[in-house]
């Protein structure tokens, strides 16, 4: 497998300070106290949708950058990358764009805004070499203070490329409907897998497994399942018997995503809430046997927007219920009408975070601790009622054969599925979703 040329832009090490200049002079700044503790800036790439990022408010007389992972982290490929470098070539330097306030995000009450903007930086950016090797744009202090009346406001901040090579890979179909799926580099497609959806109407004995499932053997996979599924279903509206299996071009299976939270409407509603997720199950070989590795739970939000919220977590041997043992490593939300990408990113190889997701060491079935992190996977889904032919993004870092990269595969297939396991239970599902026995919206 050939992986595809990536460049990852990060933004980090922030941080804010205010010096007094003058104490006779009153300073537009006036509002901003050293003391304050809430900043945050907003950072801006050409057409990318904008990025916040809370600032640290460094005390006097403090100057130490405190050691923090990427807090912006833009993900670019190399038609990303060439685009934006043929268009500036002669239109003048790239630049990003960040904007620093101090005071709360949130909105504030009445007329008077919650955060006052204290000044613009822009960072001008050479992406030209950023796919072959590290780039450094900027280290250090910035003054954003528009004079010096009074006080001088300063902003810390690290601006860096660097390559992030992935495996690229695109279902030809939804995954309901049991696609192949390509392995991308350019305009190249090669068949990399195959998909067997399957819906049925019971979840926890023998009759819920596909055919691929009926060689594992593994006692503590089976405790797993049932213990994930004990005390969720209720009577009523809900989706359940869901799974997807992922095989290699040869016909065996090498990874399964697996509902095992039914999908249940809270009551008095025809949504799946945030207290009560369903929630999928992912399986990957070991041992000889499809061992679990992740599960992924998602729920129906309606906060600023209507969203499908996602949390992912790694599995260890003993796990239980919902909180038990699992290491959750990415959360976020989906708009429902027009999709998005489920980013599993850890952070700059200098964070402090070391934990990977890589499926592939044997003892504990996908928790290690290696000398990197950084950007692990993403799955780009459409929203609900589109066509969606789900893209896939793993890091080469973590991916040392082909079962590796299927384990991904099957965590964006559930992503996508989820989409329509939380749709409103007002609406009816399409055809290929249902069971001839049991099936609910």
């Given at each position: 497998m050939d992986?595809?040329?990536?460049?990852?832009?990060?933004?980090?090490?922030?941080?804010?300070?205010?010096?007094?200049t003058s104490a006779?002079?009153?300073?537009h700044h006036a509002a901003i106290h050293p003391t304050s503790s809430l900043s945050f800036c907003k950072i801006k790439l050409k057409k990318s949708?904008?990025?916040?990022?809370?600032?640290?408010?460094?005390?006097?007389?403090?100057?130490?950058?405190p050691a923090s992972a990427a807090a912006v982290t833009f993900h670019l490929s190399k038609d990303d990358v060439d685009r934006l470098v043929r268009k500036f070539t002669f239109a003048g330097k790239l630049r990003l764009k960040i904007s620093v306030f101090?005071?709360?995000?949130?909105?504030?009450?009445?007329?008077?805004?919650?955060?006052?903007?204290?000044?613009?930086?822009?960072?001008?950016?050479?992406?030209?070499?950023?796919?072959?090797?590290?780039?450094?744009f900027h280290s250090g202090w910035v003054e954003?203070?528009?004079?010096?009346?009074?006080?001088?406001?300063?902003?810390?901040?690290?601006?860096?490329?660097?390559?992030?090579?992935?495996?690229?890979?695109?279902?030809?179909?939804?995954p309901e409907c049991s696609p192949q799926v390509f392995q991308i580099q350019g305009r190249i497609r090669q068949p990399a897998f195959t998909c067997k959806f399957s819906c049925r109407s019971t979840i926890g004995d023998h009759t819920m497994r596909s055919r691929s499932?009926?060689?594992?053997?593994?006692?503590?996979?089976?405790?797993l399942l049932r213990s994930f599924n004990s005390h969720r279903e209720?009577?009523?509206?809900?989706?359940?018997?869901?799974?997807?299996?992922?095989?290699?071009?040869?016909?065996?299976?090498?990874?399964?995503?697996?509902?095992?939270?039914?999908?249940v409407a809270s009551p008095n509603s025809d949504r799946v809430s945030r207290t009560n997720p369903g929630s999928w199950l992912i399986l990957r070989p070991g041992d000889g046997t499809l061992k679990p590795w992740a599960r992924l739970e998602a729920w129906r939000e309606r906060a600023t927007f209507d969203s499908l919220g996602l949390r992912f977590e790694l599995v260890?041997?003993?796990?239980?219920?919902?909180?038990?043992?699992?290491?959750?490593?990415?959360?976020?939300?989906?708009?429902?009408?027009?999709?998005?990408?489920?980013?599993?990113?850890l952070g700059s190889a200098g964070s402090s975070n070391s934990t990977t997701v890589s499926p592939r060491q044997s003892g504990d079935f996908g928790v290690g601790f290696w000398p990197y992190n950084g950007f692990v996977m993403s799955a780009a889904v459409e929203g609900e009622g589109k066509c969606s032919k789900p893209a896939v993004e793993v890091s080469v870092q973590h991916v040392g054969c082909m079962e590796d990269a299927a384990a991904f595969v099957a965590v964006a297939a559930a992503v996508d599925l989820s989409m329509d396991a939380c749709r409103l239970f007002s609406h009816k599902l399409r055809k290929e979703l249902t069971s001839q026995q049991q099936m609910f919206g």
């Open positions: 992986p595809c040329p990536f460049a990852r832009l990060t933004v980090a090490n922030l941080a804010l300070k205010i010096i007094p006779s002079r009153p300073s949708p904008h990025q916040s990022a809370a600032v640290p408010i460094l005390q006097p007389p403090s100057s130490e950058i101090a005071g709360s995000r949130a909105g504030g009450c009445g007329v008077r805004p919650a955060a006052k903007l204290l000044g613009k930086i822009t960072v001008p950016l050479d992406l030209a070499g950023a796919l072959n090797r590290p780039c450094l954003v203070a528009e004079d010096g009346g009074g006080s001088s406001v300063q902003f810390h901040l690290t601006v860096r490329a660097e390559p992030d090579p992935r495996f690229v890979f695109q279902f030809d179909g939804e499932l009926q060689t594992q053997s593994s006692s503590v996979s089976k405790r209720r009577n009523g509206k809900e989706r359940k018997g869901w799974s997807i299996t992922v095989h290699d071009l040869s016909g065996s299976p090498v990874a399964v995503a697996s509902m095992v939270t039914p999908f260890t041997e003993g796990s239980g219920p919902i909180g038990s043992s699992g290491i959750v490593l990415a959360e976020s939300r989906l708009s429902s009408a027009k999709g998005g990408k489920f980013i599993i990113d």
